[in-house]
């Protein structure tokens, strides 16, 4: 299962890019990919679009990123 740090790199993006587009700070960004927070729920739908995957993709790897945190 791809993480969003993966999905992330695939499209060419870095933390700053992807948090602009999110309207949170690359902090909020690294967070979300280490495990330590999730997004919110309303947020998931535009952070799927942005990378290219489903919202149950998103959904997956911050479960996923959740078990080895």
Do not use: F, H
């Not at 992807?18 to 535009?46: F, H, N, Y």
């Amino acid at each position: 299962m791809d993480d969003i740090r993966i999905m992330r790199y695939r499209l060419g993006m870095n933390q700053k890019d992807l948090a602009r587009e999110m309207a949170v700070s690359q902090a909020t960004i690294c967070e979300w990919e280490s495990g330590r927070a999730s997004p919110k729920i309303d947020r998931i739908p535009r952070l799927a679009a942005l990378l290219g995957v489903t919202s149950d993709e998103i959904i997956a790897a911050i479960t996923a990123s959740k078990k080895e945190a």
